[in-house]
């Protein structure tokens, strides 16, 4: 179940590093999607980067979808996060430091969730996101802002909160395929939903 709501709103309002202040406005929360947003077929995921489960549709099934559906322009992909902790919060704000690093940063962060989620303390947790955002080419200037990003973190938070109650989502991975929830599955069914609704 997703719960923790008001201690996450309450943990967004306060920047993680505290060390600087970065004077930015409130953002909106940006719908990160991939593949054809003129699709007949939209497929919502919503996840959690500290969710094993995730970890694992995104090793197993997301790698075949992308190849299959996406990249073809066959569907369109719509990500949305979900935080059942600080840590998933903050690996959100690290993969959304740019836009255009997004997923990359996404299946790094999943492929290494044990590495950093289990890393132990919070400094060594960011320390380990850290190391998966540098791969990615974003710098620890980048990153520190990212973290400090107050009005961000209210607004993922605001969003999440905002998305989950309307689509009545309570746990990760759920997937919604033209607006049918359905939750974990595999990529056989899931690919087999998608070309019902292709097919219709």
Known sequence: MITRRTTLAAMAATPLLGTKSFAQEALDVKEMSLGNPDSAVTVIEYASYTCPHCASFHTNTYPQLKANYIDTNKINFIYRDV???????????????????????????????????RAGDAPTVVAE???IGLIAGLSNEQMDACLNNQPMAEALVARFQET?????????????????????MSYTQLADLIDQELEA
């Open 83 to 117: 935080y059942f902790d600080r840590f998933g919060l903050w690996a959100s704000m690290i993969a959304r430091c740019d836009d255009t690093k997004f997923f990359g940063i996404t299946d790094m962060l999943y492929k290494r969730q044990p590495e950093w989620s």
């Open 164 to 184: 989950t109650a309307k689509d009545d989502v309570n746990s990760t991975p759920t997937l919604f395929v033209n607006g049918t929830k359905y939750s974990n």
């Open 129 to 131: 996101m850290r190391k």
